[in-house]
């Protein structure tokens, strides 16, 4: 699971007001390459929680990835683009846990599929 | 002009036999309607997202019940940027991850239940392409369900195949969910006797593609 993926997701439980974002923690992590688009990220950065990635990094402990905030140049600034493309494309969660930030479901996440099945559904 | 058409020709052959090596259900299960899309649907339906509608290449396509993933080589191979694939059963998604490790491309892939309220942030993806289930069997409304989660997922347009007998109940649900719907092409679905219960070797289903879109 990619970060970018991390940031879109969110908790489902029933009757939870504020799913969003889930906290991870991560038990293994692998680092690959992803061909860069600066245009992908381009048009991603709107849909994103800038924020939620900030945090998420240093709850990783991959603090200092990324700028604390979207620079106003984003379009044109291609270190930036490169920062925010290995952020949200090149960490892949392998091994670890979401969990709902209100409820306190846990969510594993094993060989990178988080089961975000409700509990009673899970096996 | 004949040209043209014989290169775009080659390119849609050349995606459909690639498409040939992605492997299928081992055990499909019944309650899910497993039942594969095929190299030629799927190459036929990527082709004409991306060449009519500009809708695959450099975007972030998702693919509700992924199955083995077919759908998401074809988006890949067409040039989607990022993909997601959701599915309840993870032996599917286990077929899918090995299919994609094969057509060496990255999938991000999440188990969850199409039928809950979906686990994402609305509007997260450009394009979403999805075979449902046709909730012929003991799952009615199954198909109307997967329409309505993948509308709040997409920003641009859903593409997904219903039965072409249910086109004015399905242009009624588009009509209510505030979206247009265009018929891009009508599709023979070969549905192979796959389970006990088929009497006749293999039956021809008739298959809309569909495009739905907010313009």
């Known amino acids: ?123 | 002009h004949t040209h043209t058409y014989i290169q775009t020709d080659m390119k849609l052959k050349q995606l459909e036999s690639e498409l040939q090596e992605v492997a299928a259900f081992t055990s499909p299960k019944i309650l899910l309607e497993q039942y594969p899309t095929t190299p030629h649907i799927a190459a036929c339906m990527l082709f004409a997202m991306e060449t009519q509608f500009n809708d695959v290449a450099g975007k972030a396509v998702a693919d509700l019940g992924v199955g083995c993933g077919i759908l998401t080589v074809a988006a890949a191979m067409m040039g989607s940027h990022y993909n997601m694939g959701f599915d309840i059963d993870l032996d599917a998604l286990e077929i899918a991850r090995g299919n994609f490790e094969e057509a060496e491309i990255d999938v991000d892939l999440i188990q969850c239940n199409l039928a809950d309220p979906l686990p994402v942030q609305p509007k997260s993806f450009d394009t979403v392409v999805m075979n449902p289930p046709f909730g012929t069997k003991k799952n009615a409304g199954i198909d109307v369900l997967f329409l309505e989660r993948a509308l709040q997922l997409a920003n641009t347009a859903v593409y997904s195949l219903h039965k072409t007998s249910t086109r004015k109940f399905i242009a009624k649900k588009a009509k209510e969910f505030g979206v247009s719907m265009q018929v891009v092409a009508e599709l023979k679905f070969n549905i192979p006797a796959m389970y006990k219960f088929h009497k006749h070797k293999s039956v021809d289903v008739e298959v809309d593609f569909l495009r739905f879109s907010w313009d």
Request: aromatic share 4%; hydrophobic share 40%.
């Open chain 1, 1 to 123: 699971m990619l970060l970018l993926a991390h940031n879109m997701l969110t908790s489902h439980v029933k009757g939870v007001k504020n799913g969003y974002p889930m906290l991870l923690k991560v038990n293994e992590i692998d680092e690959k390459e992803i061909e860069f688009s600066g245009e992908f990220i381009t048009r991603m950065l709107p849909r994103l929680q800038w924020p939620v990635l900030v945090q998420v990094l240093k709850d990783i402990g991959k603090p200092d990835l990324v700028p604390a905030e979207v620079p106003e140049d984003a379009a044109d600034n291609e270190d930036f683009l490169k920062a925010a493309h290995h952020a949200l494309l090149e960490l892949d969660i392998i091994n670890g846990e979401l969990e709902c930030p209100e409820s306190h479901m846990k969510f594993p996440i094993t060989d990178g599929i988080p089961n975000l099945l409700i509990k009673e559904e899970q096996e």
